[in-house]
């Protein structure tokens, strides 16, 4: 008994640090957000002050960059400011206005209390479980998260440094694009500034020209290189999770049910992942009955295909192949 409950008093000690920790980034949240806000604008300016103006052909450089930069901030906008959708929270109405994009005349009046039902896509409605640690009745791929302390629909993760809330359902596609433009943003700023980095430090023997400073441009290029390889692959990943049908607790899961299904003889099969095409497609929301393409580049919003409570799967699949009632797994237990 002794090492048994040795045992458990350190994985009680473990699971206090993690709550503590997530109590005070959680509450440092909005300080990293501003930072983060305060270290984009800076690199815009390092960008448009000191490599925008050496860029060839200016007609085609310029309109491109403040393109990108109009989408990073727009979807960094987004993804700290649109709600990830609570399980009891109704679905929210279809907003009107200039940031909203217009469906496709195909695709228009098919919606059906926040569901696309189309001919190409067997939808279904969610199974509903109840959360352990709530109480609410929420549908499948909803999960609890012990920082908001509420269940999330399609819940992917908890971004307390980032966006400072949830990845969910009404968010995730926007932190998906923010990351895939940070990307293409900050190798810009490393591609084309490495002349200038030379510049700031000496190598030309030449007097600084610009209203930056130097030592501020040289920092925002250190920052560039950092954030292109680390957030590269991060968007590479979460990009193959989204290519497989999966959010991130769901690749988690998913593996674990592998491995049980392979002891049992048998293949575990994702009834959510309908090829990476069509996963791409939904995710996105674009296509002959989503939004049309130009939306991927245009920082407007649009609505997922589905309210959370019912999914798109493979043609015949009801649940997942390969898992047995009572198998799925759940949020941890705090106990």
């Known amino acids: 008994m002794a090492p048994q409950w040795c045992t458990r008093q350190v994985f009680r000690c473990f699971k206090w640090l993690e709550r503590a920790g997530d109590r005070l980034t959680g509450a440092a949240g909005p300080v990293f957000v501003t930072l983060a806000v305060v270290l984009l604008s800076t690199g815009l300016f390092c960008f448009l002050d000191v490599i925008l103006p050496s860029l060839p052909w200016p007609w085609l450089t310029t309109p491109v960059c403040l393109l990108i930069a109009l989408n990073l901030f727009a979807h960094y906008f987004y993804v700290c400011t649109i709600s990830p959708g609570f399980v009891p929270d109704p679905p929210p109405a279809h907003g009107r206005g200039v940031l909203w994009a217009r469906r496709r005349d195909s695709a228009r009046g098919r919606q059906l209390t926040g569901v696309r039902w189309s001919e190409d896509v067997q939808v279904t409605r969610a199974a509903t479980s109840k959360c352990r640690k709530c109480g609410e009745m929420r549908p499948e791929r909803s999960h609890h998260c012990r920082i908001c302390n509420r269940c999330v629909l399609k819940y992917d993760h908890h971004c307390p440094v980032r966006i400072n809330q949830c990845v969910g359902l009404y968010n995730e596609r926007h932190f998906v694009l923010f990351m895939v433009y940070l990307v293409i943003a900050s190798f810009c700023y490393a591609a084309f500034g490495w002349r200038h980095v030379l510049l700031g430090l000496g190598w030309f023997n030449e007097p600084w020209p610009y209203l930056v400073p130097p030592v501020a441009f040289l920092l ?116």
């Open 220 to 335: 925002e290029y250190i920052l560039a290189v950092v954030l292109f390889l680390a957030v590269s692959a991060m968007a590479g990943w979460h990009l193959y999770m989204v290519a497989s049908g999966e959010t991130s607790v769901e690749t988690q899961d998913h593996e674990q049910y592998r491995k049980v299904a392979k002891q049992r003889g048998e293949t575990f099969v994702n009834c959510y992942d309908l090829g990476w095409r069509k996963n791409l497609e939904l995710f996105f929301n674009v296509g002959p009955t989503g939004y049309p393409s130009y939306t991927l580049v245009v920082p407007l919003r649009i609505e997922p295909y589905t309210d959370g409570r019912s999914w798109a799967r493979k043609p015949g699949f009801e649940q997942h192949l390969g898992v047995r009632p009572g198998e799925e797994l759940t949020d941890e237990d705090d106990d």
